[in-house]
């Protein structure tokens, strides 16, 4: 607002007269020509008001300022330009105008006039700044003394600018509704006025020009902190990697670069690892960015507000519902929200749907949410954002109930995750994954002690089902401890839990941990679940799995037959676990060379889970590799080589391409043909085999290194003898 200039006196102006005019930006009738009658004509310099100073600092925008300058200052000419610069608090959008009023302040020769919205009277600030800055006496009545009302007062304002030529910036700066200013705007046929709007919410008129505004790059993030610090402060080279680390926790707002900058100028000691080590415990209540309003009008920063109370101003304006919304929004992992799941935990809540959906519009139109660009309608929230809702949810009462709801649809979802995953499973469920996590990670305590493990189970057999055993392996340890501290060393779960990582640590090819945990699991069945149990039959068979992976078959063998035998009189002949059962034993007399006795067995086998699991489930791929090995051992390779083709397409369809298991068929397809003699068709296989196991396995894990040798040795060999 304008200094008030004693000269002009009191102003008289009835902000409470008449009725508001929905043809304000029509000619008035003749009844009222006071309103198009000019003041007296003289010379007059152009009022060029920009309240605010800008940042000296300001990085990033140079694209927004000259889409801005397009759009107002470029525009088409038969209507009054206006632009809308939106975004969440604190992303700049007060910044920008500031900065393009300053940059562009010749252009418009009209003069330059900057209105606050939030908070004020739009209505008064027009009339005082035509009376106090411009000097002329605003109208309160007509020429037959009928009171103007408030909107005639401000179109009078407008159709007597001075000076009475030249284009004018009017800018509005955080404007909340545009049905609250709407009608005190310039009638649309005049050309000179370029309006640019400042606000919080998305699409404030289809008729207006939208820019939204984004955060800031991680590189504008940091050269943004090294101009507030200035030339001599290395700070933020010194410690690069934690500098990106803090702009990644302040989620590269603007605001909150600017006032953690500023703190750390008021503090040469203070490294940016404290600072962020200080915003890791105290989050948003952390003084750098939750500072006092009086401190911050002592600086010449653009912002007055901390990042809390920025954010409080957004949310005051939404209603219960919106804001019971958001507080359960702020339990979801914030990247990745597919809204089917927060639909689907409302309905839970007993919230109607309706209500939902209207709340979800709201946190969208006002930057709370973030639409992503996919398919599923999916949203992410800003980290600051998401720490400004926890605390709305902290102090809710109903933050148990919405827990409680939370975890249970996700752990509802870790329950059907089967240890035999495919690719389409893996995409329907992967973006619950995040939020199973958080469930894991921070709301155990949410989670009834029968349904603890699927969090952990469901996590581990994701990452597990698609050979990525670095990501599912402290999964499976935590599910150990947690399992060991709900219910101790004597419960059936301990005992499936440690089976469960020696199956991971067998899959690694750690031989040592897999086989101890292995054994502790075996007998820990026997005594809590006896040895006629289908617990009891896995101990046995996975043990005897072991033994075979590191070729001590004498020792497998016993183990395999008991654990068939076991199977076959408690699960019965039509169970993928006999089935299982018997592709082991299979497996184990192939090694042997007892091709006669292992050729029934995977035969049996193959069709036992042809029926019971189907042609599209990986143990029926699985068991067609295995029958094609048998006979490629036998140097059957014609009846092997549809088999390992059959396996590896199955394999590509149901698991992907970048799965260790396609990249042993691609492994085994290419020894078949490296012993057929067909060179040319192996090689490619081969190589195509180890970089999938160097992606997905890793360089060093031993499978990756068994493929790397035979793919070396080959390439070796087929030059050397030129074949």
């Known amino acids: 607002m304008m200094n008030n200039n004693d000269g002009n006196g009191d102003l008289d102006i009835d902000l409470n007269s008449g009725n508001y005019n929905e043809n304000i930006g029509r000619d008035y009738n003749d009844n009222r020509k006071i309103i198009n009658n000019p003041p007296p004509e003289k010379p007059f310099k152009p009022i060029k008001y920009i309240p605010k100073f800008g940042s000296k600092n300001f990085v990033g925008r140079q694209d927004d300022l000259i889409t801005v300058h397009q759009e107002l200052y470029e525009g088409q000419n038969n209507r009054v330009a206006i632009s809308a610069v939106s975004g969440m608090g604190g992303v700049g959008k007060t910044e920008l105008a500031i900065q393009y009023a300053n940059k562009h302040n010749d252009d418009y020769s009209g003069g330059i006039c900057w209105l606050n919205v939030r908070g004020g009277n739009l209505a008064t600030e027009i009339i005082q700044f035509i009376q106090l800055e411009m000097g002329l006496e605003v109208p309160q009545k007509d020429l037959q003394e009928n009171a103007l009302t408030v909107e005639e007062q401000v179109a009078w304002c407008w159709q007597n600018w001075r000076p009475p030529e030249g284009l004018v910036l009017v800018i509005l700066d955080d404007v909340t509704e545009y049905r609250d200013i709407k009608k005190l705007l310039p009638r649309t046929n005049n050309q000179r006025f370029k309006l640019l709007i400042t606000t919080r919410q998305r699409r404030l008129d289809s008729n207006f020009v939208d820019l939204p505004l984004d955060v800031l790059s991680e590189d504008e993030s940091l050269s943004l902190l090294r101009g507030i610090l200035g030339e001599e402060d290395g700070r933020i080279d010194r410690e690069l990697q934690i500098a990106k680390d803090l702009c990644q926790w302040l989620g590269y707002l603007p605001l909150g670069l600017e006032l953690v900058g500023r703190y750390l100028l008021e503090d040469p000691d203070l490294s940016v690892a404290e600072i962020l080590e200080e915003l890791n415990e105290e989050r948003l209540d952390q003084e750098a960015i939750n500072p006092e309003s009086e401190d911050l009008e002592a600086t010449e920063m653009t912002a007055k507000l901390g990042v809390q109370a920025a954010f409080n101003l957004t949310w005051k304006r939404l209603d219960l519902k919106t804001k019971e919304v958001g507080e359960l929004l702020s339990l979801f992992e914030p990247t990745v929200i597919a809204w089917k799941y927060v639909d689907s935990v409302s309905e839970s809540l007993n919230w109607i749907k309706k209500d939902v959906k209207n709340a979800k519009k709201q946190l969208y139109k006002r930057h709370l949410i973030e639409r992503l660009g996919e398919e599923e309608a999916s949203y992410k929230i800003h ?53 199973l996590t958080e469930v894991a990670e921070n709301h155990l305590d949410a989670v009834s002690d029968e349904n603890l493990i699927w969090a952990f189970i469901g996590l581990a057999r994701f990452y597990n089902g698609q050979g990525l055993y670095t990501l599912a392996e402290p999964w499976f340890q935590q599910y150990v401890e947690v399992v060991k501290s709900h219910f101790g060393e004597n419960h059936r779960n301990y005992a499936e839990s440690l089976n469960n990582l020696a199956l991971l640590y067998k899959s690694q090819e750690k031989y040592e941990e897999a086989e101890l945990l292995y054994t502790q699991a075996k007998e820990l069945c026997k005594r809590i679940l006896g040895e006629n149990h289908p617990h009891t039959a896995t101990s046995l068979n996975n043990l005897a799995g072991l033994y075979y992976s590191q070729g001590k078959y004498e020792e497998a063998e016993p183990l395999l037959i008991q654990a068939l035998e076991l199977r076959k009189r408690i699960l019965g002949e039509d169970h993928p676990d006999y089935a299982q059962s018997l592709n082991n034993l299979a497996l184990l007399y192939n090694a042997q060379g007892k091709y006669e006795e292992a050729e029934p067995l995977l035969i049996q086998a193959l069709e036992l889970i042809k029926c019971i699991l189907g042609e599209d489930h990986p143990h029926y791929a699985t068991s067609l590799n295995n029958l094609a090995l048998l006979y490629s051992n036998q140097g059957k390779y014609e009846k092997a080589k549809p088999l390992y083709i059959q396996a590896l397409e199955l394999t590509k369809r149901i698991l992907g391409e970048d799965h260790p298991d396609y990249a042993r068929s691609l492994h085994n397809l290419a020894s078949l043909y490296s012993n057929q003699g067909r060179y040319d068709q192996a090689e490619p296989l081969f190589i195509q085999a180890l970089e999938i196991a160097e992606q997905v396995l890793g360089s060093d894990h031993p499978k990756t290194e068994m493929i790397r040798l035979i793919t070396e040795n080959f390439i070796l060999l087929r030059k050397s003898n030129n074949y």
């Open 383 to 435: 980290p600051l954002i998401r720490e400004f809702l926890q605390t709305k949810i902290n102090d809710s009462e109903h933050k148990r109930d919405y827990t409680q709801s939370f975890c249970a649809k996700f752990i509802e979802i870790g329950r059907t995750i089967p240890e035999a995953t495919t690719l389409e499973f893996i995409n329907s469920v992967k973006n619950a994954i995040p939020h």
